[in-house]
């Protein structure tokens, strides 16, 4: 029974900001630099989502990736397309918005979602030139 | 002895159609909506294939990714590249052109096929939102 | 009153064949190589829509990207995403579908249809090597 | 003398926001949509700078693109990188940041500026899928 | 009789230096900065020609594509892939291969071939940040 | 605790031939074929770093990618970037630069650098289309 890794890329445009706000204003700055500038900045953050299993023999499929869309678009962004990372987001709630936490607290959302197959991994982009994967470690 | 993964990118048309001949129309539409439209669409496939092996001492190469590429075009391309992958490829007979069953056809396709190094990987993008990998698990 | 160009992209998936059916077999074979192989081929279509205007001091658009969307999709994504677009397209009927045949038959589709702003170019990517656009001369 | 046209692309992230102050907040919800939403979003924009002249002979050069791009650096990036777009940023003060005024202002904070060639055009890219272009018209 | 623009995107891979052998070894390190330094460098080229005209009645095209990249491969690709353009090009000698001065000699190889429509555009992309185009202007 | 994987993609622009100096002339013309040709070619390099490693609870970073970009500058890029990798590059001396064999040595470069977490992977593109990857195995 051959084993699959399926992928599906979706997007969303969000803001944030680095700020841990039990530290002082001083340790924000020297630690995130221009990332803790106080009027937020924002991304075109990309996301990957991988499920691994053995393709159904009727259907061809690990999972109908249109159905794992739509489990992403409301686990993940209805909540987060067009909001504030560390203000509007309730599963971030208390989580500094770093690409490594988005990437775990999306896991968070997606793994009990998964109707066939099992999730095997979350990737963030926050730009071409920064990601982070989280794969349930 | 360090072990390198290398790969090579190619890609294709093609058009297919997501159907069981074995199910009713029905069940068909049902399952597959707009991908099982009876008269095909198409995509522009990229297939990477990864080669895991040892760099030889004499050229630096795990395999030489000309030499990879002309097993591709020879196994895969040739045969799928401006095809119908339902109607026309051999040894995609009775398999439902799902991305996941593309990657596991086209790995058996190369499986003996690699002179030095073993097979890694083969991942299919359908889109650029879409694809599969296969692994040989 | 500054002038700019906004542009819109889009992308859908669709089969075709280089076919004229007023001429032989062998003549489409010469003339079209393996495009014109008989069981289809296929691609993800890109397509860019530009729009030329003054942005309107109100708000800031030449026109809402998202409601330019929305034309694009009635007008050309509902009736050719998934779709054959020699057979099953009522606005391509009778056409070649080249891709500068169908930069010229998207413009058409869309002429009348733009709420403020003038249609400027659309331009269609059969692949990301193959482009054609046409800007209504 | 032969003249061309020398492009030098970029890119920030930025929160943003549209919102026209001088209407209701009602106006602004069904004007805007999601663009509107209070605690702001963001993008990874990326800009294109195009620059016309004839090469120097001696330096086969229409500009120094490493010139240009220190230019676009002081001019734009340095005060809309991590920043706010409608707050932070002097010369957009007043202005709603749709890709077509960032397009304007941009070029208006360029237009001065190019030692040899002539500034021809300013894209802003929003993402992939949405972008302006000013050209001085 | 509606005018469109086709483009076929080619790639090679090439070193080079920039360096004019009329002034001083100073005048050019100042001048030139790292890509004067001496032992060469190089790129990943990707080459834009855009063809215009009518399409053919016939065959929906304004060019074979196919055949426009046979010219290209013939008239550049053959001699400058995986060549040293200060050294080894023909239509090079005596030129500094700056990416606006490789957009103008591959127009001029190229203005005499295009057997149906017009050369309309030669766009150079030495990396994706830096490109040249010439227009036969 | 949770793992994260977190990549750092930067370029640089370089010239290299394919050489055993140790073999013949003809031995290497007919195993490298034009990447052996005599005066260079060259690439647009990218380069992915990825560390792995347990999000930091005050900062969510398994490491500061600007840091790391840092260190990746300091260590590849500043003797890398628009150099001749056979004849520049001190830790590159004695070895053909193969993708392979790059992926290998930039590993060795950053091995013992990674302030926190652990270096997993360095992925190293010659093209689009050729890659090499290498996880310290």
């Given at each position: 029974?051959?084993?699959?890794?399926?992928?599906?890329?979706v997007?969303f445009?969000?803001?944030?900001?680095?700020?841990?706000?039990?530290?002082?204003?001083?340790?924000?700055?020297?630690?995130?630099?221009?990332?803790?500038?106080?009027?937020?900045?924002?991304?075109?953050?990309?996301?990957?989502?991988?499920?691994?299993?053995?393709?159904?023999?009727?259907?061809?499929?690990?999972?109908?990736?249109?159905?794992?869309?739509?489990?992403i678009e409301?686990?993940i962004l209805n909540?987060c397309d067009?909001?504030?990372?560390?203000?509007?987001?309730?599963?971030?709630?208390?989580?500094?918005?770093?690409?490594?936490?988005?990437?775990?607290?999306?896991?968070?959302?997606?793994?009990?979602?998964?109707?066939?197959?099992?999730?095997?991994?979350?990737?963030?982009?926050?730009?071409?030139?920064?990601?982070?994967?989280?794969?349930?470690?």
């Amino acid at each position: 029974m051959p084993k699959t890794y399926v992928t599906r890329r979706v997007h969303f445009n969000a803001a944030h900001r680095l700020h841990n706000p039990q530290k002082s204003d001083e340790w924000n700055r020297e630690t995130f630099g221009k990332c803790n500038l106080p009027n937020w900045h924002g991304h075109n953050y990309v996301v990957e989502v991988t499920v691994c299993g053995t393709p159904d023999t009727e259907t061809g499929y690990v999972i109908d990736l249109g159905h794992l869309r739509k489990i992403i678009e409301e686990k993940i962004l209805n909540v987060c397309d067009h909001r504030n990372l560390n203000l509007d987001v309730p599963f971030l709630r208390g989580i500094i918005p770093s690409t490594e936490n988005l990437a775990i607290a999306f896991w968070q959302q997606l793994e009990n979602t998964i109707p066939s197959g099992t999730l095997y991994a979350v990737k963030v982009f926050e730009t071409e030139r920064n990601m982070a994967e989280y794969r349930g470690e």
